[in-house]
């Protein structure tokens, strides 16, 4: 159990990919656009490797000035990923991708840990997303969400330390009374290391930890997270 401030009231959590099967959702809108494109069966490693980049640069556009909603950064960052690979985006690209990310089904561990951990503590999410796009996902959950945080609402996207200081204005708390637990490194565990925010990195991934953004616990996905957060 992490030695954790008494004054601890929220604990807040990155949705896409810590809470909901992102990945999975992104990789079948791949599948799903691409096909349309080829008219043929798409290899797992094309999914895979235009996945990783529909993502990659929906994260360059997310940093860009002046602020855009989800939306629009999918919109643009779709039709730059087509480009790449020789085609033309069709509104019907865009449709299919929404489609799949408006409602993301949760990793089968969520439910019952966010319900348990409700028991102590209020629970949030802060999500680089638009108020309309997780609404359906946040439902899915299963779970009540305290507070549901969006880069829309605070017009800026993580690591922007604006959206987290909104977070705290909205959910009348300080960094100190909160920690933050999430499977993104540069969009979460940067700007905790910034900030001074305590945080829990979910390793769904098996990916390398950043040795310059090191969380206060590191587990393999939440189940651990009641042993670890809940008070003795």
Request: proline share 4%; with cysteine.
């Amino acid at each position: 159990m992490l030695e954790l401030d008494s004054r601890i009231k929220v604990i807040t959590f990155d949705c896409y990919g810590t809470l909901v099967q992102w990945h999975d959702a992104f990789r079948r809108a791949a599948a799903s656009i691409l096909e349309r494109h080829l008219s043929a069966h798409a290899s797992t490693e094309s999914v895979a490797s235009f996945a990783a980049r529909l993502r990659e640069i929906a994260m360059e556009h997310q940093q860009q000035s002046p602020f855009r909603d989800y939306e629009a950064v999918l919109d643009t960052s779709l039709n730059q990923a087509l480009r790449e690979t020789g085609h033309d985006a069709t509104a019907t690209d865009l449709e299919t991708l929404v489609a799949i990310l408006r409602r993301i089904e949760p990793h089968p561990d969520v439910p019952e840990v966010l319900a348990r951990l409700r028991e102590h503590y209020r629970i949030a999410v802060i999500s680089n997303t638009s108020d309309n796009l997780i609404a359906d996902t946040i439902t899915a959950i299963g779970t009540q969400i305290d507070f549901v945080i969006t880069a829309q609402q605070a017009r800026a996207y993580k690591p922007d330390h604006a959206l987290f200081h909104h977070a705290y204005a909205a959910m009348g708390v300080t960094k100190a009374e909160t920690i933050h637990v999430a499977m993104g490194q540069f969009s979460d565990l940067k700007v905790c290391q910034e900030l001074g925010i305590r945080s829990v990195w979910i390793d769904r991934e098996g990916e390398p930890l950043d040795p310059a953004w090191q969380p206060d616990a590191v587990l393999k996905d939440l189940s651990g997270l009641p042993q670890l957060l809940m008070p003795s």
